[in-house]
């Protein structure tokens, strides 16, 4: 069989001769000229991904095959295996298929004078089979040769089979959220076999379907994602395009380029930073080409390449100009007549000082005749790199340069199809003006993905700043109508398109609309700074031009901006935009909209930890909803209420907020989420109250609830939550129930990957290890807990984390290496202005001060403990009274560690907290055991260590033997001071055996 029989222009006849379709039935099937049919079965070109996906459904690919058709459409893979239908066919005459891997206009200049940075990218890519991967950064001013040199490379991988994606920025997109990952995720997506992709867990390619329309379209089924926070999704979303990536890869070397990154938009700034640290593990080359002389203006763009340049995997490769001998190769090689004038290599390198662009389009006039040498030798040299461009562009037909114009309104690359209807010329017209513009190396012709392109944004940039106003605002009006009536992008950049041609073109209301959906579109990946930047253009343009919104419309297009505002952390700016659509929903009379802003209001003030401003917000709105007689939102409301005034401490409030949220709820038979947000926020409230029972009880409900509507996060945290009220220090001592309960939440939210759970819960089950011995696997979560944490910059679960950490240290008696946790989680919740854990991190602070024999600060522990009894915040009292009896027991005071020990034993009895109960009894033991009354220090210890062996609370069980040999001895009871011992030293010796491999040691030899 010939080798074109195994071509796709050659499968795509065979298919439509087999459908009795003409070359024109079948373009006006799929909504593009005749030729291009001509040109894809002549493989010529190939089709653009959107006509590729409208031949398969015009030619009826059946669902199975569509995968392997569109890859073969894009040349990703050969079409041998596409089933042919079995009709006559003639021979097929056409010439033989082009290169796929040839850039458009690969007539280009020969490659000189890069060829030592080009053996260093080949070398970096031979080191690759090590397994380690590689940054090059590109650097250069403009027209020096970047794109060149990374073309070649890119050229050199492909040749070899090499898996590479290759993408550049342009600048009209910079503000288009992901726009160069978007391209790099979709070439991979069409690049990877159905079975390597179905090895990525169904959550991160429900992640990248969200922002790749290739995925979507292959994915049949997709689990629904989580509404977690912007960092969590945001971080999902990089892990899951590692992990594409890395199925695209299969463990071969991988070659990404990236050019222009100068007008990369901040995602994927981010991203590209992301995956530059993730290198040490993957074979992959990142190459990424930026102008050198943006990095005085651009600060993310300097932020990013000094990062960068920090990493040991990073190579910076800056390029210079042409030397001398440089120019007289590329003439040589050229080898053109009317290049041969003497010392011409010379005059050029002189004039042009080398800059590879100048040369070159110089040279193509010289050799094209637009320009020659004079007599005296003088040479059309252009006194800059615009006058160059424009001596080129005034030899372009007079009938040929609308198109041109009309190209660079465009802004960027460009398909067939879309220029062609824009154009409105007869199609033979159009076809040999693209054609003449190719050949003289204006545009370029990317064959693989069927698009045209200009062949240096410089071109582009002159063209465009050469057309007339008033002739730039209609062309832009013109491509702006087009786009709307026929969509030819993807989704994901249709409405930022839409809206920079609109604006454009003076078409206010509308480039209002899509300014506003192509902000939504970047707040829904997450990308905020870009939903941001959407959003001010939006607000401006509102500014100078009121009369293109109503006042209702102007209204939601600040209360969407203050949304997005705070969810970037921006609050004083989220405060203005909610205040002033408040004012202006009550001027328009619209209450029930001005409240659902206060709410928006209240939980942007909570966000920033300004709990009374929060509290004001909510307060208001409730009135509001109780006024309208509207119970439901009322709920909301207090559940609300009751998160705010939790998260300050204030759990006195919480409780009565919750609770009068619950009682609507079961009223009005409420099964939907606000009633799983009242079951949830009144068990938080019960828990903080140190009442576990409850507590675990309205967690039940609430989850239960959550699994009827299929929430996903609930579920998951009302799991987490029961975990936590079954722990030692807080709850039940249920320790194996606790277990259970963490395991099934972080199966949860691993399969879903909720962050934002993530990290609480895993601080929760390394309590739990803790406490059961299993200091190993405790300090692998914690490991990952606190990283995890500082990465999505969650202040109140790192407060929890170093205050874990420290309890770890304490249990394996370091309290050298649990002080600067202690100390480092007060700082970090000061910082912040968080109240939330102080009271107990300031608890254990002067636990392990005391043990380390650094005086401590009694009155801020008194304090702390005051607090936290004003404001129902029982779950730490807890912890402070068992220090404060220590401390007690330490100075001598007998009867104020009793005390305190009475007290921590009455509320822990009225929780069934019996490790707590259990701790209780050791205290009082010790306390007796302090002023000789040994009959009672037995007796209290005693019940202290069948507590905690019930329990299974191995540290507690330790001090208890100790406690109760020193008793022994007391009392000349050589057997019993034997056997404590004994036990003592059993459990010591299990707890340093379950550290092997950890790295942590334990100092459980004599009593703290």
């Known amino acids: 069989m010939d080798e074109r029989s195994n071509s796709f222009g050659y499968w795509l006849r065979r298919r439509r001769k087999a459908l009795d379709l003409t070359q024109d039935a079948l373009a006006q099937k ?66 033989a298929a082009s290169d796929g891997l040839a850039f458009a206009g690969e007539q280009k200049s020969p490659f000189v004078g890069r060829h030592n940075e080009y053996g260093q990218l080949l070398g970096l890519i031979a080191r690759l089979t090590a397994g380690s991967g590689q940054v090059v950064l590109i650097e250069g001013e403009a027209g020096i040769g970047k794109s060149r040199l990374m073309h070649e490379v890119a050229r050199y991988a492909r040749q070899r089979a090499l898996p590479t994606l290759v993408t550049t920025c342009y600048e009209i997109e910079r503000a288009i959220a992901y726009q160069p990952v978007i391209d790099l995720a979709t070439q991979a997506c069409e690049a990877t076999s159905e079975t390597r992709l179905r090895r990525i867990t169904p959550i991160l390619l429900a992640e990248i379907a969200a922002l790749v329309p290739a995925m979507a379209a292959r994915l049949v089924e997709r689990v629904p994602l989580s509404a977690d926070f912007p960092e969590a999704r945001q971080a999902r979303l990089f892990h899951a395009l590692g992990q594409l990536l890395d199925a695209l890869a299969q463990d071969r070397q991988l070659i990404v380029m990236i050019d222009d990154i100068q007008w990369a938009d901040d995602a994927s700034l981010q991203f590209l930073h992301f995956l530059a640290r993730q290198m040490a593990g993957r074979p992959l080359l990142l190459a990424c080409a930026y102008r050198d002389e943006e990095l005085d203006d651009n600060e993310r763009l300097a932020s990013l390449v000094e990062r960068l340049r920090r990493e040991p995997h990073t190579r910076h490769m800056a390029l210079t100009r042409f030397g001398p001998g440089d120019t007289e190769m590329l003439i040589e090689r050229l080898n053109d007549p009317k290049l041969s004038a003497p010392d011409l290599a010379v005059r050029l390198h002189r004039e042009t000082d080398g800059n590879p662009f100048f040369l070159w389009s110089i040279m193509h006039s010289l050799s094209e005749g637009d320009c020659a040498v004079g007599e005296a030798g003088s040479l059309p040299l252009p006194d800059g790199l615009r006058d160059s461009v424009r001596r080129r562009l005034a030899r372009v037909p007079h009938e040929d340069r609308p198109l041109l114009d009309l190209a660079a309104v465009l802004g960027r690359r460009f398909d067939f199809e879309t220029l062609l209807a824009l ?65 030819t992008s993807k989704a994901h950049e249709l409405d930022a398109r839409l809206a920079e041609h609109y604006e454009r073109a003076n078409v206010w209301p509308k480039a209002l609309r899509y300014l506003g959906l192509a902000a939504d579109h970047s707040q829904k990946l997450f990308a905020m700074r870009e939903s941001l930047q ?50 202006a929903a009550r001027a328009l009379g619209e209450h029930e909209q001005a409240r659902d802003v206060l709410i928006q209001l209240g939980m942007a003030y909570r966000r920033a930890d300004a709990y009374e401003q929060a509290i004001v917000c909510l307060d208001e709105a409730l009135k509001v909803s109780l006024a309208m007689g509207d119970e439901r939102h009322a709920a909301d409301t207090l559940y609300h209420l009751g998160t705010v005034a939790w998260s300050n401490g204030r759990n006195d409030l919480a409780i009565s907020y919750h609770q009068q949220a619950v009682d609507i709820c079961e009223r009005l038979v409420l099964t939907d989420l606000v009633a799983v947000q009242a079951f949830h926020g009144r068990g938080e409230a019960y828990f903080a109250n140190a009442e576990p029972a409850a507590a675990i009880a309205s967690f039940s409900r609430s989850l239960d609830l959550a699994r009827g509507i299929g929430d996903k996060s609930y ?29 099934a939440a972080l199966v949860i939210a691993r399969a879903a990957d909720l962050q934002w759970h993530l990290g609480p ?42 205050d874990a950490l420290g309890c770890l240290f ?92 009475d007290q921590l034993l009455a509320l822990a009895t009225r929780g069934d907290m019996r490790a707590l109960v259990g701790q209780a009894h050791r205290l009082r033991g010790l306390a007796w055991l302090a002023v000789n009354a040994f009959e009672s220090a037995r007796n209290e210890l005693t019940l202290a260590v069948t507590l905690a062996e019930q329990t299974g609370r191995g540290r507690l069980a330790w001090e208890c033997h100790d406690a109760l040999a020193r008793v022994a001895a007391a009392v000349g009871d050589g057997a019993g001071k034997s056997n404590s011992e004994a036990r003592a030293r059993t459990i010591a010796e299990q707890i340093v055996k379950d550290l092997g491999g950890s790295g942590l040691t334990s100092n459980l030899t004599s009593a703290p």
């Open 810 to 901: 304490l249990d394996l008696n370091r309290p050298e290496q649990a002080l600067p946790h202690y100390e480092r989680g007060l700082r970090v919740a000061l910082d912040a202005g968080i109240t939330y854990w102080r009271p107990r991190l300031q608890a254990n602070l002067a636990i392990a001060q005391l043990r380390l024999d650094i005086p401590c600060d009694r009155a801020a522990l008194q304090a702390a403990h005051q607090y936290a009894q004003d404001h129902s915040e029982a779950w730490l009292t807890l912890r402070c009274l068992e220090v404060l009896a220590e401390l007690a027991l330490a100075n001598g005071d007998v009867d104020g560690c009793i005390t305190h020990a």
């Open 534 to 583: 959407w959003f001010d253009r939006a607000v401006a343009l509102l500014l100078a031009h009121p009369e293109a919104a109503t006042q209702a419309q102007q209204l939601a297009l600040y209360e969407r901006r203050g949304v997005a505002r705070a969810q970037a952390g921006q609050t004083e700016g989220a405060v203005a935009d909610f205040q002033q659509a408040i004012d």
């Open 715 to 743: 579920e998951s945290e009302n799991l987490m939550m029961i975990g936590w009220a079954c722990t030692g220090h807080m709850g039940l001592a249920d320790y194996q129930r606790a277990l259970s309960h963490f395991d």
């Open 423 to 487: 154009t409105r010329e007869p199609e033979e017209r159009f076809l040999h003006a693209i054609e003449s513009l190719v050949k003289r190396r204006l545009l370029r012709e990317d064959q693989e993905g069927g698009f045209y392109d200009f062949s240096h944004e410089k071109v582009r940039e002159v063209v465009y700043r050469d057309i007339g106003i008033a002739r730039r605002v209609l062309l832009h009006r013109a491509v702006a109508e087009m786009l709307e009536q026929h969509p």
């Open 30 to 95: 799929v909504s593009c000229s005749q030729a291009a049919i001509k040109k894809i079965e002549a493989e010529e070109r190939r089709p653009s991904r959107g006509l590729a996906q409208r031949l398969a459904e015009q030619l009826a690919i059946p669902a199975q095959e569509r995968a392997a058709f569109l890859q073969a459409a894009r040349a990703l893979r050969t079409s041998d295996r596409l089933p042919l239908d079995e009709s006559p066919i003639e021979a097929l005459t056409a010439a």
């Open 761 to 802: 819960t895993l601080i929760g089950r390394a309590h739990v290890q803790v406490a059961l011995g299993k200091f190993g696997a405790a300090w692998a979560d914690l490991n990952e807990a606190l990283p995890r944490l500082e990465t999505l910059r969650l202040v109140r679960y790192q407060i929890m984390a170093h």
